[in-house]
Structure formats: C-alpha cells, structure tokens
Nanobody
Framework: QVQFVESGGGLVQPGGSLRLSCAAS????????MDWYRQAPEKQRELVAS???????DYADSVKGRFTISRDNAKNMVYLQMDSLKPDDTAVYYC???????WGQGTQVTVSS
C-alpha cells in the first residue's frame, strides 16, 4: 500500500521558516521522483518543488531562492525547507509523486502575524 504522510506544518510569522517532512512507504522510494504541491483556498493547486531520484531539483518561480527540497533515500523521506515565508505561502502542502499518482493528506501552513 502506497502511503505518504506529511508533517511539520503550523503557524509562523512572515519572514519565518518551517521544515516540512514526508514519510513514504509502499514504494521503491530511491527511484521515485517526488513533488511538493500546495493549494490555497480559492486558488489552483500549484506545483512547488520537485526532486528526481538522482537529486536534481526544480522550483516554482514563486518559491525560488526561498524553498529547498531534499530527500533521504535511506530513510524514505522527502523534505521541504521553507524560509522567508510570506502570507501568500499560506496553503495546505501535499507530498507525493506525479510519476506514481499518489499523494498524502496534506499539512496546513499558515503565515500570519
């Protein structure tokens, strides 16, 4: 059974940082390209960051220079380090794989003073 479980969301002030974690199971994680999406109320879902099995990364223009995606194949984990957070980053963040077609339940990130 494929499963992705996100954690690390919460409330943070503008300019602050959060680190999201995603635990994967039921897949051969080391060969799976992984993604982080987000969806804010009344907005379209946005692909935030991607990482290939080899560690190459790609980011949405809206988060370049502020967010960093990484993975630990030994632990079946993928991370999203979010710095210099803005109110516009408020959303539910989902971990998963477009390649596999599976996603987690999401974790809420709220950026507010």
């Amino acid at each position: 059974q494929v499963q992705f479980v996100e954690s690390g969301g919460g409330l943070v002030q503008p300019g602050g940082s959060l680190r999201l974690s995603c635990a994967a199971s039921g897949i051969i994680f080391s060969i799976a390209p992984m993604d982080w999406y987000r969806q804010a109320p009344e907005k379209q879902r946005e692909l935030v960051a991607s990482i290939t099995s080899g560690g190459s990364t790609d980011y949405a223009d809206s988060v370049k220079g502020r967010f960093t995606i990484s993975r630990d194949n030994a632990k079946n984990m993928v991370y999203l380090q979010m710095d210099s957070l803005k109110p516009d980053d408020t959303a539910v963040y989902y971990c998963g794989s477009r390649f596999l077609g599976y996603w987690g339940q999401g974790t809420q990130v709220t950026v507010s003073s």
